[in-house]
C-alpha cells in the first residue's frame, strides 16, 4: 500500500522531494528484517522508479542498491543502462553483475562507463584484458591504477602500445608492481623518443648525436631493469626487442660488460635460435675456441670479437653476482680490461668503433662507481 502511494505521490512531486524518498525506499528495501510481503511490493515498484527520468533520481536510487548483492538482476541490468552518473555507479560498484555482463558493457560503453568498470575492486583478469584491447585511454588510465584489478602481462603491453606516448599513463604503469619487462622497456623507449625529440628541437645536440645518445641511454635502462627480473621475464623481454630489430649487438656487449650474463645468455640464445643452456655451454669453454663459432653464428661485428671475449675471461674469473648487487667495480674491471686488449693490439677509436663506444662506457663506469662509493 504504501509503495502504491508512493508511486501515485511521485508522479507529481517535485523532483528534489522525489530524489530523497525513493533514496529513502531503497535503504528500507536492502534492510534485512523488511517483511516479504513489503519486499514483494517494493520488487514490483523498482524498476517503475527507476525510469523515473530525472538524473537525480535515478543516481541515488542506483547509489542506495549499487552495493547490495541481493538486488534482483533485471533491476540491476536496467540500473547499470542507465546513462550518466547513476549507470556507472553501478558498472563500478554491483557484485551482482557476472563477468559477461561487464566484459559486455566494456565493448558497447561510452569511455566513462568503461572506465567505471575499470575501478571495480578485484577486477577480473578476462575484463582487465577486455579494456586494455577495446578500452578508451581513459579506461586504460583506470585500469592502470586500479591496485586490486588482475591485470595479465599482455593486457599490459596492450595499454602501453595504444597510450605509451601519454605522460600520465607513462607513469601510472611504471608505478604498477607487475609490470612485464618488455612493457617496461617500451614505456622507456617512448620517454627517451620524446626527449630526444625535444632535444633536436632545441637544436642542443645533433640529430645523429641526440639519437645515439638516447640509444645509449634505453640499453643502460635495459640491463639495469633485466636485473631485477626473473629468467622467464627476461626471455620475454629479449625475445620482445628481437621482434622490434632493438636487440643490437651494442647491448649485447653492454649486458656482458655489466656482468649481467643472464640477459647476455638469452640474448645470445634468441639471435643464434638454440637452446640457452646450449650457450652457457659455448661461452664457459675457457679456451674461446666454441664461443668464436658461436660468435660467427650470430653475426657479430668482428671488431667487437676481442670485447666479448676479453669480457667473459673475466667473467669466468670472478665470483659475481648476476644481479642488481653485482660485485663492485665489476663493469669498470671489464672495460679496463678490455681496452687494454686493443690498446695492446694499437686499436683506437679511429682504427675502431668499438674502443669509441667502450671508451664512452668506461667514463660512465668511473661516474657510477663514485656515485656509489
Known sequence: MIVRQFLE??????????????????????????????????????????????????????????????VPADLVLQLAGLPGEAGEVVLAQSPVLNMRELIGFCTSGTPARQAAIARRADLPAPIAAVIAEVGSFDACLALAGNATADVPGFA??????????????????????????AAHHALIRAVAGTLSAFVEERQWLAPGEAARVT??????????????????????????????????????????????????LEAVSVSAG????????????????????????????AGARIAFRTALKVLQAEAYLDEL????????????????????????????????????WQVEARAQDALAA
Open 156 to 181: 599490459l603491453g596492450h595499454i602501453v602500445a595504444r597510450f605509451g606516448d601519454v605522460p600520465e599513463l607513462r607513469e601510472a604503469l611504471l608505478a604498477h608492481a607487475d609490470l612485464p619487462a
Open 325 to 360: 648487487d653485482e660485485t663492485p667495480g665489476l663493469k669498470q674491471r671489464i672495460i679496463d680490461r678490455v681496452l687494454a686488449e686493443y690498446d695492446a693490439l694499437g686499436e683506437g677509436p679511429e682504427d675502431n668503433r668499438v674502443v669509441g663506444l667502450l671508451r664512452r
Open 274 to 301: 638454440i637452446p640457452v643452456d646450449h650457450v652457457a655451454a659455448l661461452s664457459a669453454d675457457r679456451s674461446g675456441e666454441a664461443f668464436d663459432l658461436l660468435y660467427d653464428r650470430i653475426g657479430l661485428p
Open 9 to 70: 505521490w511521485a508522479r507529481t512531486a517535485p523532483e528534489d522531494a522525489r530524489a530523497k524518498a525513493v533514496a529513502a525506499l531503497a535503504r528500507a528495501y536492502v534492510m534485512p528484517d523488511l517483511g516479504a510481503d513489503d519486499r514483494a511490493e517494493m520488487d514490483a515498484a523498482l524498476p517503475e522508479i527507476a525510469a523515473d527520468p530525472s538524473p537525480l533520481v535515478q543516481l541515488e536510487l542506483a547509489a542506495a542498491l549499487s552495493h547490495h548483492p541481493l
Open 215 to 264: 640509444r645509449e641511454a634505453c640499453d643502460q635502462v635495459t640491463v639495469t631493469e633485466a636485473a631485477r627480473r626473473q629468467s622467464e621475464d627476461v626471455r620475454a623481454l629479449v625475445e620482445s626487442l628481437q621482434e622490434r630489430g632493438e636487440l643490437t649487438s651494442a647491448l649485447v656487449l653492454r649486458s656482458l660488460l655489466c656482468g649481467q650474463v643472464r640477459l647476455f
